[in-house]
T-cell receptor, first 112, second 120 residues
Framework: DQQVKQNSPSLSVQEGRISILNCDYTNSMFDYFLWYKKYPAEGPTFLISISSIKDKNEDGRFTVFLNKSAKHLSLHIVPSQPGDSAVYFCAAEDSGTYKYIFGTGTRLKVLA | AAGVIQSPRHLIKEKRETATLKCYPIPRHDTVYWYQQGPGQDPQFLISFYEKMQSDKGSIPDRFSAQQFSDYHSELNMSSLELGDSALYFC???????????????????FGPGTRLTVL
């Protein structure tokens, strides 16, 4: 039973345009969410996070939006750069144990 | 800045053999998490340790065991290896355990590069 879902396995975007990666979750008890980027042969790298008390968090080119009522979050990357090409994982934190529950990932390809 | 170190980076074993994976957390991080990522899958939580005590257990087979040592490094011991154990094994560390407190960016889990285990 996948509690965190990323329904788009892949996404292609032109350089300079906006990339929007989506994530849905089922457990309304989740209150902290993160996005990680992963290159081949490397571990996941933390990108940005958001607490459920906020609906938006911005860090440079990366913005995460949280819609609690819809149990949906999205990561916006603007402008997209070829170096952003990677697999992006959405994760929710178990509030009791702090372990992460990951989505299945979205492979982003930014075309030059 | 120092990162999480995992060794070995690659490991090839045969069925029914044993393997030991090591994780060295970022200095002053006292909490370690282990995740397993199968081919084309998302990372799945296995087990975590805080201050050398097991703090949570996920989908870790009974054939696997782990511990955290006094220097906070952790080892994942895997016995009677099966073909299905072939995966990437990630270790992550944070500076704060289950003591709670205000959420801070420093509580984010920082991942190591992973160990790729192949069971033949």
């Amino acid at each position: 039973d996948q509690q965190v879902k990323q329904n788009s396995p892949s996404l292609s975007v032109q350089e300079g345009r906006i990339s929007i990666l989506n994530c849905d979750y089922t457990n309304s008890m989740f209150d902290y969410f993160l996005w990680y980027k992963k290159y081949p042969a490397e571990g996941p790298t933390f990108l940005i996070s958001i607490s459920s008390i906020k609906d938006k968090n911005e860090d440079g080119r990366f913005t995460v939006f949280l819609n609690k009522s819809a149990k949906h979050l999205s990561l916006h990357i603007v402008p997209s750069q070829p170096g952003d090409s990677a697999v992006y994982f959405c994760a929710a934190e178990d509030s009791g144990t702090y372990k992460y529950i990951f989505g299945t990932g979205t492979r982003l390809k930014v075309l030059a | 800045a120092a990162g999480v170190i995992q060794s070995p980076r690659h490991l090839i074993k045969e069925k029914r053999e044993t393997a030991t994976l090591k994780c060295y957390p970022i200095p002053r991080h006292d909490t370690v998490y282990w995740y397993q990522q199968g081919p084309g899958q998302d990372p799945q939580f296995l087990i975590s340790f805080y201050e050398k005590m097991q703090s949570d257990k996920g989908s870790i087979p009974d054939r696997f065991s782990a511990q955290q040592f006094s220097d906070y490094h952790s080892e994942l011991n895997m016995s009677s290896l099966e073909l299905g154990d072939s995966a990437l094994y990630f270790c992550a560390s944070t500076p704060r355990g289950l003591a709670g407190g205000t959420r801070a960016s420093t509580d984010t889990q920082y991942f190591g590069p992973g160990t790729r285990l192949t069971v033949l």
